[in-house]
């Protein structure tokens, strides 16, 4: 099909050209005297983008299911009870994953379409009395259902039923497009990948631990810890120190990730949040106001500035808005996954994006949507997104004056 597809999965998202060119280039020794002039510098910028001071990030060669795993195995011990919040796909394999490594894991059920509770979380903390949770889970944005969780908001409940467990949150699709504040909110392991807001293939694994998790990760070794060898971040920490890798890490990655981060702080990081902010009010305001056409999210205060998370109306599958959208209009839509498959479609829109791109996302997923039968206005999804976009600039400065 003539020109470029319209990538609007949320994840993996478009990578810009100047992060491709940044990739392209000859292999090198990755044991040289030179490399950790590259890889040095590396740790320190995740900081930035994580928001701390005092953590220490990690790169591994893996995806966020990978971070998932290094956060849980290198900090806590065999049979550790964790609570966490399951309201979608993603915390539900998360979820999935501790019990598989041998967690004991007190599950809090949230409908799909809310947040993690902050106070459900208190409740489950303060009742604790023996303070035998170690961990807190929680993901920040809910990719599968559009819905972001108010992670201050369950720093503020730990605190006020003051209980010492540490809190994980995964910002797989949420840190670098959606603000985080890993020392802020007493974050103490946080989690991503790098085909989201990083703007890279997939194939990073990173993740930031705080001191005291790090602390924690030192008693569970002598406590019957859960098992790990490649994500054991000792023989990271003994490699990283001097700027090398205990493996043969990917060098395009690396240099992609240079450029990325650069690309990221040139902008600011508080202009990608605000960015994200307003080309995800665009995309709300097809769907409500144009298409009107209800969102996964069931209220404002959980809108996911990353993706959106589409309902069709009864009779329609989501399956076939996508499938039309791919085939038809070379617009690639995210599916609806596990309980809400063929309920919904997914309009993702992170990463190196602007206002014309969000339009043909929107363009595209109504002329699909009118293809199959949906009986939405033909225009309006542009035309209440327009509205958005045209005031965008001013919204913008109102905001930085
Ligand atoms: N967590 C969230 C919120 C995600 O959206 C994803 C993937 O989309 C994952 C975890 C898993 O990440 P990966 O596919 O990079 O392993």
């Known amino acids: 099909m003539p020109g470029r597809q319209f990538l609007h999965v949320p994840g993996p998202t478009n990578v810009p050209d100047r992060v491709l060119a ?82 004991d894991v007190q599950v809090l059920e949230e409908p799909w379409g809310a947040g993690a509770s902050p106070e459900h979380i208190h409740d489950a903390l303060a ?89 924690a990760g030192n008693s569970a070794r002598r406590n019957n810890p859960l098992r790990r060898v490649f994500f054991d971040i000792e023989d990271m920490q003994k490699a990283n120190k001097d700027g090398y890798f205990p493996y043969t890490p990917s060098l395009p990655m690396l240099y992609g990730l240079r450029e990325a981060l650069d690309i990221l702080f040139e902008e600011g990081l508080e202009n990608v949040f605000a960015r994200h902010h307003f080309l ?26 990353t993706v959106t998370a589409v309902m069709v109306p009864e009779g329609f599958n989501g399956a076939d808005v996508i499938s039309r959208a791919y085939k038809r209009y070379n617009l690639a839509l995210g599916a609806g996954l596990s309980q809400v498959a063929g309920k919904l479609f997914r309009i993702g829109h992170l ?24 009986k939405v206005e033909p225009g309006s999804g542009a035309a209440a997104a327009e509205e958005v976009y045209r005031a965008a600039p001013e919204i913008l400065a109102q905001k930085a004056a």
């Open 22 to 103: 940044a990739m392209h280039r000859p292999m090198q020794d990755h044991r040289s005297s030179v490399f950790p002039e590259l890889a040095l510098p590396l740790f320190q910028d995740l900081k930035k983008l994580f928001k701390t001071t005092s953590g220490q990030a990690f790169i591994f060669p893996a995806t966020g299911t990978g971070s998932w795993e290094a956060v849980l195995t290198n900090t806590l011990s065999v049979g550790d009870r964790v609570l966490a919040s399951r309201n979608g796909q993603f915390s539900h394999l998360w979820i999935d994953m501790a019990k598989r490594l041998g967690l």
């Open 127 to 215: 009742a604790d009395r023996d303070h035998a949770i170690r961990a807190v889970l929680v993901v920040q944005n809910e990719t599968a259902t559009g819905v972001t969780s108010d992670v201050a908001g369950v720093r503020r409940s730990m605190d006020s039923a003051k209980h010492p467990a540490l809190l994980f949150v995964d910002g797989v699709s949420s840190i670098g497009s959606i603000d985080f504040r890993m020392d802020e909110w007493g974050v103490d392991g946080a989690i991503t990948g790098s085909q989201k807001g990083l703007m890279l293939p997939a194939g990073l694994g990173i993740s930031c631990f705080s001191q005291k998790a790090l602390e």
């Open 280 to 305: 995800a009010s665009g995309v709300r305001a097809a769907v409500r106001q144009g298409w009107k056409l209800e969102t996964c999210s069931k209220a404002e205060k959980w809108d996911s500035d």
């Open 351 to 374: 990463g190196d994006l602007n206002e014309l791109m969000c339009l043909a996302a929107i363009t595209g997923s109504e002329m699909a949507m009118r293809d199959i039968g949906i």
